[in-house]
């Protein structure tokens, strides 16, 4: 069976945690999926300055910086029961499907 365009379950607001890069072991909750692309904005993750030219909202401007998108291939869930990444797989019940842990099979929400 195969999966249509999207490749991933993950789901913005799930804790997710880099497995390789310059970020690799830090955890983050995901901001952001652009599953056309493949790509996902980690909070705290790959983040770059910005310099930003004075605003109303911001009158002296400066540098701030920002998540930049990283590879969906990047990070995994982290599962708390695992302590670690994981891969997730989906039960499928009566009425909904089921996101759970593939290595301890706890749900997740
Ligand atoms: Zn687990």
């Known amino acids: 069976m195969k999966a249509n365009s999207v ?11 880099v ?13 952001f999926i652009d599953r056309r692309k493949g790509r996902i904005v980690v909070e705290g993750v790959n983040k770059k300055k910005k310099y930003m030219k004075p605003s109303q909202e911001n009158p002296k401007g400066g540098i701030i910086s920002i998540e930049r998108p990283i590879d969906i291939s990047n990070v995994m869930f982290f599962c708390e029961k695992c302590k670690k990444g ?24």
């Open 7 to 17: 490749k991933t379950r993950l789901k913005v607001n799930d804790n997710v945690v």
């Open 86 to 109: 994981v891969k997730l797989s989906v039960n499928i019940m009566e009425k909904s499907k089921n996101r759970v842990c593939k290595k301890c099979g706890k749900s997740i929400a």
């Open 19 to 31: 497995i390789c890069g310059a970020d690799r072991g830090r955890r983050g909750k995901v901001l």
